[in-house]
Structure formats: structure tokens, C-alpha cells
């Protein structure tokens, strides 16, 4: 499928958009969320989790310090992953990510991702968001062949 584009305005949108958007991560599905520091990757999150009735919008909160929030639903697990304080490939690997990803109630969603090249070969999905004013923001969501050669 070609990667689709979006365009959201205000936090409520981009929400919305992640509601929507959660009709096509049905799992076991990985998912990098790629952006830049306040580009919205936490607050899509809010809207998928809560289209699997997961947890409500008020309770995502980045996992910056806990790295792994895990939010259950009554099908589904959604999993929010930050690895932006991680380094290593050792560091990522006491994680459990491996676990946790092979589980298919598992909706696994990781922010910086892209930093683990062992991680980049297994994203199903990526969706990249981009600030182009202080409240709108560009959004891609891409399937693998459409990002393949970023991999590395
Ligand atoms: P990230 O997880 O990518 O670091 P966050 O989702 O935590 O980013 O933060 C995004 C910030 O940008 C929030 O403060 C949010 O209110 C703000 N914001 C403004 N406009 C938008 C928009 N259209 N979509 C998403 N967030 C927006
Ligand atoms: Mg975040």
C-alpha cells in the first residue's frame, strides 16, 4: 500500500487521527513512531490506545523514564515504548522487547526505534510526524516497502 499523508492542526486532531489509524494496526503489529522531540509521536499514541480500549487519552503519558507503559484492553495489549535514553544495543536487550513483541495480542509502539539497527529490520509500520507550524503537524503513515530503504 502507498504511504498516506495527513495533516493535523491541533493535538485533538492528531488524537483523532490515531483513533483512526488504529483500524490498520490490528496484531501483532510493531510500530516505529518517528519525530522529532514534541512532534506528537506520545499524543497519536493516546488515540490508538484508545480505539482498543486500552486506556483513555488522559492516561498515556510518555514512558521517557519507565521506558515501557504497557496499556491492556480487553483483546489487546498496547505497548508504548521510548528508547530515546537507551544506547546500546546491550541496554536495549535487557529490555525484554523480544517477548513482548513475539506476543500476538501484542500492539507494540517505539519511539526511537530508528537509533537500533536490529529493530529496524522487524517495524511492520511507520509513522513518521513532522511539525511544520506550532500546531500542525505532517503525518505519514508508511507500510515496510515503503520505507525499506531507510533500514540500513
Ligand atoms: P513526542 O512524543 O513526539 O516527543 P508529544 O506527543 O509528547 O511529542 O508532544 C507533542 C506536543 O506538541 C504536545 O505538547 C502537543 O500538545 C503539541 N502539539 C501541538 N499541535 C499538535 C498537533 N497537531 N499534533 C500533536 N501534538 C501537537
Ligand atoms: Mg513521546
Known amino acids: 500500500m502507498r ?6 492542526r491541533s493535538p485533538e486532531e492528531t488524537i483523532e487521527l490515531g483513533r ?8 501483532p503489529r510493531l510500530v516505529l513512531l518517528r519525530g ?5 509521536k506520545t499524543t497519536i499514541t493516546k488515540g490508538i490506545a484508545e480505539a482498543f480500549d486500552a ?12 521506558l515501557i507503559h504497557e496499556y491492556r484492553g480487553p483483546e489487546f495489549s498496547v505497548y508504548h515504548i521510548d528508547l530515546y535514553r537507551l544506547d546500546t544495543q546491550r541496554e536495549l536487550e535487557t529490555l525484554g522487547l523480544e517477548e513482548i513483541i513475539a506476543d500476538e495480542r501484542n500492539l507494540v509502539l517505539i519511539e526511537w526505534g530508528e537509533k537500533f539497527p536490529s529493530l529496524m529490520q522487524q517495524f511492520q ?28
Open 20 to 27: 483512526k489509524l488504529a483500524s490498520e494496526l490490528r496484531p
Open 125 to 152: 509500520v511507520e509513522i513518521a510526524i513532522e511539525r511544520t507550524g506550532p500546531e500542525e503537524r505532517k503525518i505519514q503513515f508508511k507500510n515496510a516497502a515503503d520505507f525499506a530503504d531507510q533500514r540500513g
Open 36 to 40: 522529532d522531540l514534541g512532534a506528537g
Open 55 to 66: 486506556a483513555e487519552q488522559d492516561d498515556v503519558t510518555s514512558p521517557t523514564f519507565t
Open 3 to 8: 504511504t498516506q499523508e495527513f495533516i493535523t
